[in-house]
């Protein structure tokens, strides 16, 4: 991964920031619908889901701090639906820890379908994003 220092563009370490976020929660997705008869998939699974998340919040507040210091705001499509995608990872992970402690089958069943949204909408924000700067 690339590393992140001042000298960066801010975008880029935002874009850094959600890519990783991406790549880890689409890798905890894949885990669980492939790897699933491994001995290690549900501490991945886990580990994956929880930095991804992590990495997508670290990612927002570098969005903020850019949007701060007097960057383009991209009030927009990309920035409702980047918060949107934010917010239902943290939910994602949420349940994904509740569903042991309450033992409900409907919570697991939402934490599959909520790490499946989220990483749909990853993708197409991340399209959204790079439209946004010009690749797209």
């Known amino acids: ?10 975008y880029l370490i935002h874009a850094v920031l959600m890519a990783g976020g991406f790549i880890l ?8 619908m492939r790897l699933r008869n491994q001995r290690w998939w549900f501490k991945t699974h886990r580990m994956l889901g929880l ?11 570098a969005a903020a701090i850019m949007l701060a210091g007097g960057g383009d705001n991209p009030a927009g499509l990309h ?4 918060v949107a995608t934010i917010l239902l990872s943290v939910v994602t992970a949420g349940l994904g820890l509740l569903q042991f402690r309450l033992k409900k089958k409907q ?7 909520t790490g499946r949204a989220t990483v749909i909408m990853q993708a ?3 399209a959204l994003g ?5 690749i797209l």
Request: hydrophobic share 65%.
């Open 130 to 134: 790079l439209r946004l700067i010009g």
């Open 1 to 10: 991964m690339v590393p992140l220092d001042a000298s960066m563009p801010p």
């Open 51 to 61: 930095l991804g998340a992590v990495f997508m919040i670290a990612g927002w507040i």
């Open 79 to 82: 920035a409702y639906l980047g």
């Open 25 to 32: 929660l689409a890798s905890g997705v894949f885990i669980v």
């Open 124 to 126: 197409a924000n991340i």
């Open 107 to 113: 919570i697991r069943i939402i934490h599959h379908w």
